[in-house]
């Protein structure tokens, strides 16, 4: 998945997916060569534990 489609995803910023990576939040994308991809599957359990915190 890309940053883009993350971004779209949690309905923020792109610069703020990297500012979510830089505080790990989020996890690194992997690099193919110059871009950045998300692993679906990492980004889904990010996203759970975030409501997971958000919800207590």
């Given amino acids: ?4 489609n993350a971004a779209d ?7 703020y997916i990297y ?3 830089n505080t790990g939040v989020l ?8 871009a950045a991809r998300f692993k679906a599957s990492d980004l889904d ?8 915190e958000y919800a207590k």
Wanted: no cysteine; charged share 35%.
């Fill in 45 to 52: 359990e990010a996203i759970g534990a975030l409501s997971n």
């Fill in 27 to 34: 996890p690194h994308p992997i690099k193919l060569e110059r």
């Fill in 9 to 15: 995803r949690l309905r923020v910023h792109r610069s």
């Fill in 1 to 4: 998945m890309r940053v883009e």
């Fill in 19 to 21: 500012k979510l990576i």
